[in-house]
């Protein structure tokens, strides 16, 4: 059971425009969402976070919006840059009332190529 | 130290054979979680821990894997009679009390060939 579902395996987009990553759960107990991005031969890193009580997140070029009636997130990248060709992975984590409090459930990643 | 330490880097195996996997969490963060990512797969969860409460084993795939943390620092992940299906990039991560925000190992890519 798949709770963190990102659809698109890949995205290429041109340096400068806009890049759009998904992401889509269905457990309705994660209430705090994350974004990682990994590059080769090393572990993920944090990238940026949003709370269920917020919509948006903005981090420099980095913004994360979440629509909770959808129970969707998405990360815009602008303007894109060659050194965000990475994996990005969605990342959920459940409320303290929730049986999974600290486990963070991971989507299957989304490989960004940015081209010069 | 300064990050998460992951040992070794690289893991050849082969079926059958019994194989230990180390991490170095960052001092003072007391949780520490075991995720591995097969080939074309996302992060799998496979074991948590935190502080002195009994771990979250909830993500062992089999009964052939087991992990321990000793002194609420360094954690091993054992796998026994090791299988192909078990080759993967095993990372580690910690964090402050469980919450928020890991910060990840490299990683061990580990082979059974």
């Known amino acids: 059971d798949q709770q963190v579902k990102q659809n698109s395996p890949s995205l290429s987009v041109q340096e400068g425009r806009i890049s759009i990553l998904n992401c889509d759960y269905t457990?309705?107990?994660?209430?705090?969402f994350l974004w990682y991005k990994k590059y080769p031969a090393e572990g993920p890193t944090f990238l940026i976070s949003i709370s269920s009580i917020k919509d948006k997140n903005e981090d420099g070029r980095f913004t994360v919006f979440l629509n909770k009636s959808a129970k969707h997130l998405s990360l815009h990248i602008v303007p894109s840059q060659p050194g965000d060709s990475a994996v990005y992975f969605c990342?959920?984590?459940?409320?303290?009332?929730?049986?999974?409090?600290?486990?963070?459930?991971f989507g299957q990643g989304t490989i960004l190529t940015v081209h010069p | 130290g300064a990050g998460v330490s992951q040992s070794p880097s690289n893991k050849v195996t082969e079926k059958g054979k019994d194989v230990e996997l180390r991490c170095d969490p960052i001092?003072?963060?007391?949780?520490l979680y075991w995720y591995r990512q097969s080939l074309g797969q996302g992060l799998e969860f496979l074991i948590y821990f935190q502080g002195n409460s009994a771990p979250d084993k909830s993500g062992l795939p089999s009964d052939r894997f087991s992990a321990e943390r000793t002194g609420g620092s360094v954690s091993t992940l054992t796998i026994q009679r090791t299988q192909q299906e078990d080759s993967a990039v095993y990372l580690c991560a910690s964090s402050r009390r469980g919450n928020y925000g890991y910060t990840f190992g490299s990683g061990t890519r580990l082979t059974v060939v």
């Open positions: 990342a959920a984590q459940e409320s303290a009332g929730g049986t999974s409090y600290g486990k963070l459930t």
């Open positions: 001092s003072g963060h007391t949780a």
């Open positions: 457990n309705s107990m994660f209430d705090y």
